[in-house]
């Protein structure tokens, strides 16, 4: 039963392009999660999501982040125009429901 | 404003002894706690969790105490090993897993060391 899966592993972006970043929960898992980590700091939530619809993004940045997760496909988390705070490790996680959190590798960004 | 507090960066115990890692949390409404377990390039990974109507759970090596009028919980690993080396982090939800009704709020992390 494989886990979370998060593309890619690494991914650099010079200040200003966007960054794409894909999460497959795990198979059964309706409820995906995106959280952040900069350095020496824990995860802080950004966004829930469940098919089709964002349940809380109150940890999202108004500007230039989005997420969603579609009716096919895995879940999507845009950053636009990235600057160098963006750096970090994003991860994934899903849940079945009212259980915990199963969390991916992580995509780790780096913005130069 | 950190509302759960892992206080102690690092931890390094000799193995086979006892392993003690702490969390403070300050927002009352916080009724489900978790521990992960984080090894370096890896997601974190749900060890135990408890919640706010126990003062106690336990699953092999690992027993997380909670103590809610201190509002202060610990994780205890005995006996220590080894592969127990990893980063700790206490995470608390303000209803059921951060599932539907709430998100995770981390803390910072515990380094714990085991040396052989």
């Known amino acids: 039963n494989a886990g979370v899966m998060q593309n890619p592993r690494h991914l650099v972006r010079r200040r200003g392009q966007e960054a794409r970043l894909r999460c497959s929960p795990m198979?059964?898992?309706?409820?995906v999660y995106w959280y952040r980590q900069l350095p020496e700091e824990g995860l802080k939530f950004m966004v829930y999501l469940q098919k089709e619809n964002i349940i809380d993004e109150s940890g999202m940045p108004k500007e230039r982040f989005s997420a969603e997760f579609p009716k096919e496909g895995p879940s999507i988390l845009r950053i636009q125009q990235v600057v160098r705070g963006d750096s970090a490790a994003y991860f994934c996680a899903s849940s079945p429901g009212n259980s915990p959190l199963h969390f991916g590798n992580g995509t780790r960004l780096t913005v130069t | 404003d950190q509302q759960v507090k892992q206080n102690s960066p690092s931890l390094s115990v000799q193995e086979g002894r006892i392993s003690i890692l702490n969390c403070d949390y300050t927002?009352?409404?916080?009724?489900?706690f978790l521990w992960y377990k984080k090894y370096p390039a890896e997601g974190p990974t749900f060890l135990i969790s408890?919640?706010?109507?126990?003062d106690k759970n336990e699953d092999g090596r690992f027993t997380v105490f909670l103590n809610k009028s201190a509002k202060h919980l610990s994780l205890h690993i005995v006996p220590s090993q080894p592969g127990d080396s990893a980063v700790y982090f206490c995470a608390a939800s303000a209803g059921s897993y951060g599932g539907s009704q709430g998100n995770l709020i981390f803390g910072k992390g515990t380094k714990l060391s085991v040396k052989p």
């Open positions: 198979k059964g898992h309706s409820h």
């Open positions: 927002n009352s409404m916080f009724d489900y």
């Open positions: 408890i919640s706010s109507i126990k």
